[in-house]
């Protein structure tokens, strides 16, 4: 059987499309982190997180959706942003 954090990232695949980029990780028993998809290029924080959900909601259960925590949906190049401090 497949690990919630897999069925994730499938999910975000079959409604995105295959070229993300991902930093999700399990915390808690929570999948939280990041997805990066050219989707996502010239929409708002808004209009992201709706097209985001929508896949994941398409393909998981209520139980399942009960432990996704918060996922910061960006644009390839936001995503490569160095927000480091020296």
Do not use: C, Y
Not at 47 to 55: D, I, N, T
């Amino acid at each position: 059987m497949a690990s919630l954090h897999q069925k994730v990232l499938r999910a975000i695949k079959k409604g995105l499309g295959n070229d993300i980029s991902d930093g999700l990780e399990t915390v808690k028993g929570r999948v939280t982190g990041w997805i990066a998809s050219d989707e996502f290029k010239g929409l708002d924080d808004r209009k992201r997180q709706a097209r985001l959900w929508r896949a994941i909601e398409q393909e998981l259960d209520a139980d399942e959706l009960a432990h996704i925590g918060p996922i910061v949906a960006l644009s390839p190049s936001e995503a490569e942003l160095d927000v480091s401090r020296d």
